[in-house]
């Protein structure tokens, strides 16, 4: 195989390894986006539980807020996945809430290390690169010579 044919194909490989790594930090800021609002919802749950009765706003969307008194406010409904609502006391709703960071913290885990393979990846192709860069310059000069 020719050096110039090699470089090209290090080349189209280490875009594909520079995609997939944007890709997958795509993937850990949504992640941590995810983890920041259920900080947040724990955080109110948290005060939710403590108060005897709460009037709040609620958020209509827009930029538009409601004032609503909260009757009951010890239960909540939460979402456990794949459109499922179900009724929880506050306590276990946070719970839930701190078992799905849990799992957000352990997927960003193992996308961070997969980002790392990728770098030591892009890093080696980008050596080799540099070798066969100098190998086809030293072949240039090699047939100016002849």
Same mark, same amino acid.
């Given at each position: ?21 944007? %890709? $997958? ?8 986006? &995810? ?6 919802? $724990? ?17 209509? %969307?827009? %930029? ?18 794949? %459109?499922? &609502? $179900? ?37 080696? $192709? ?21």
């Amino acid at each position: 195989m020719s050096v110039e044919r090699n470089i090209q194909e290090r080349l189209i490989f280490f875009e594909g390894l520079r995609k997939e790594a944007e %890709g $997958i930090q795509e993937r850990i800021e949504e992640i941590q986006t &995810i983890k920041n609002e259920l900080d947040r919802t $724990i955080e109110c749950l948290e005060f939710f539980d403590k108060v005897e009765s709460v009037e709040a706003l609620l958020n209509l %969307g827009g %930029g538009v807020f409601a004032y609503a008194d909260v009757k009951e406010n010890k239960k909540v409904l939460v979402d456990v996945g794949a %459109g499922v &609502i $179900i009724e929880k006391e506050v306590k276990d709703a946070i719970e839930t809430l701190r078992n799905k960071k849990d799992e957000m913290e352990k997927t960003e885990q193992k996308l961070r290390d997969l980002l790392n393979q990728i770098a030591s990846q892009m890093m080696k $192709i980008q050596k080799e690169l540099e070798e066969l860069m100098k190998k086809a310059r030293e072949q240039e000069l090699q047939r100016k010579k002849d």
